[in-house]
């Protein structure tokens, strides 16, 4: 199945390298952010409905085969050795940095909760610093999801724990 996989990212990779343009040029074209075309084109997200017009204009020379496995849910994975990866290092590194105080910011912010990865905008974007210098800027952009309040009462799948027991 990776294989499959793999065989597919390559192939659509290699339409976009054909095009010369960049992931966020794509995007612009098509309304995505650049990280969201990225992972299409790396079958790390599925392409809906409504968006074929926009890619296929960006991205002419799909073919209506490419077009129909985008388009089925994908198998979200990653390779363990990506880790390895510099800048994939580096942006681990820096999450693992800042997390505890993001989460606590989080908290103090939201309440118990998360941000969600589902219902989530990515984008990276490239800036110049107050010294000239080329920055980059990672934005997450997820859903606040508080936990619950776990009461027996509230599950509706019919399994609850018996209270006189």
Excluded: W
């Excluded at 992972?39 to 960006?58: E, I």
């Excluded at 388009?71 to 390895?84: A, C, G, V």
């Excluded at 990276?124 to 309040?149: A, I, W």
Aim: hydrophobic share 35%; proline share 4%; charged share 25%.
């Amino acid at each position: 199945m990776a294989e499959a996989k793999a065989m597919v990212t390559n192939r659509l990779l290699a339409v976009k390298q054909k095009t010369g343009k960049s992931f966020t040029q794509i995007a612009e074209e098509t309304g995505l952010t650049n990280v969201y075309v990225a992972q299409l084109l790396r079958r790390q997200a599925q392409l809906k409905a409504d968006t074929v017009p926009n890619l296929r204009g960006a991205l002419p020379e799909l073919s209506d085969e490419l077009i129909q496995e985008m388009m089925r849910p994908p198998l979200r994975s990653y390779d363990p050795n990506l880790i390895q990866e510099p800048s994939v290092y580096r942006l681990n590194e820096a999450v693992m940095h800042f997390g505890e105080s993001i989460k606590e910011i989080i908290n103090e912010d939201f309440g118990d909760g998360i941000m969600s990865a589902i219902d989530f905008y990515c984008s990276v974007d490239k800036v110049k610093g107050v010294d000239g210098k080329d920055r980059v800027v990672v934005t997450f952009d997820g859903k606040y999801l508080p936990y619950t309040e776990q009461k027996s009462e509230n599950m509706v799948s019919g399994v609850k724990l018996n209270q006189n027991q």
